[in-house]
């Protein structure tokens, strides 16, 4: 997926702990966002933002935040992980209108024991 | 509770047929219906896109069908291949922004 680099591919956490994955484009897009995708469930918005100093929370927020201090990347944090925050997440970012192609990154997958 | 509704979960068809995957809606702020294909491993990317404007769209073997007075929207894979096996998602966006998608249909094409 052009443009859209995610870091760490892999990781596993002990619960309680804390980590941040990181998003990165650099393809001047305002909008980035992020995704969890579980089995059964397709992809639950996470927090989008529609520019730097812009964020908002989506259907799933409860447990992770979010910031955009620069127009490239939008990390993700879990501040104490749970057991329930297990899953595949994805970021994803396009430029101007809805109608524009949403780019995702190649997902982080995450579990938490 | 899932704001656009995907059926079905799964779905076999025989290499040449005709795979078709349906959803619905409720939320008429939903201005852009996008259908994305995800291998495994891999994320979602875009397949085809459609504005509730139109009735129908149609790339190559893609095609969606759109009924804004029944808020149903559905993909039609003509002459499906192997190689279309994936999981695939429709989505909507709300009011320009949040991207909203189904639960996912895991279509397998048999040779």
């Known amino acids: 997926n052009a443009g859209v680099t995610q870091t760490p591919k892999f990781q596993v956490l002990k619960t309680g702990q804390s980590m941040t994955l990181q998003c990165a484009q650099d393809?001047?897009?305002?909008?980035m966002s992020w995704y969890r995708q579980d089995p059964g469930m397709g992809l639950r918005l996470i927090h989008y933002?529609?520019?730097?100093?812009?964020?908002d929370q989506g259907e799933v927020p409860n447990g992770y935040n979010v910031s955009r201090s620069t127009t490239e990347d939008f990390p993700l944090r879990l501040l104490s992980a749970a057991p329930s925050q297990t899953s595949v997440y994805f970021c994803?970012?396009?430029?101007?209108?809805?109608?524009?192609?949403?780019?995702f990154g190649e997902g982080s997958w995450l579990t938490v024991v | 509770q899932q704001q656009v509704k995907q059926s079905p979960q799964s779905l076999i068809v025989q290499k040449g047929g005709i795979s078709i995957i349906n959803c619905a809606y409720e939320?008429?702020?939903?201005?852009?219906f996008p259908w994305y294909q995800q291998f495994p491993g891999k994320g979602p990317a875009l397949l085809i896109a459609?504005?509730?404007?139109?009735s129908e769209k149609k790339e190559g073997r893609f095609t969606i069908s759109f009924n804004k007075s029944a808020k149903q929207f559905s993909l039609h894979i003509m002459d499906s291949q192997p190689g279309d096996s994936a999981t695939y998602f429709c989505a909507a966006i709300e009011n320009g922004n949040k991207l909203v998608f189904g639960a996912g249909t895991i279509l397998r094409v048999k040779s």
């Open positions: 393809m001047n897009h305002e909008y």
């Open positions: 939320n008429t702020a939903f201005d852009y």
């Open positions: 994803a970012s396009r430029s101007g209108q809805s109608g524009n192609t949403i780019y």
């Open positions: 933002s529609v520019g730097a100093g812009i964020t």
């Open positions: 459609i504005r509730p404007d139109v």
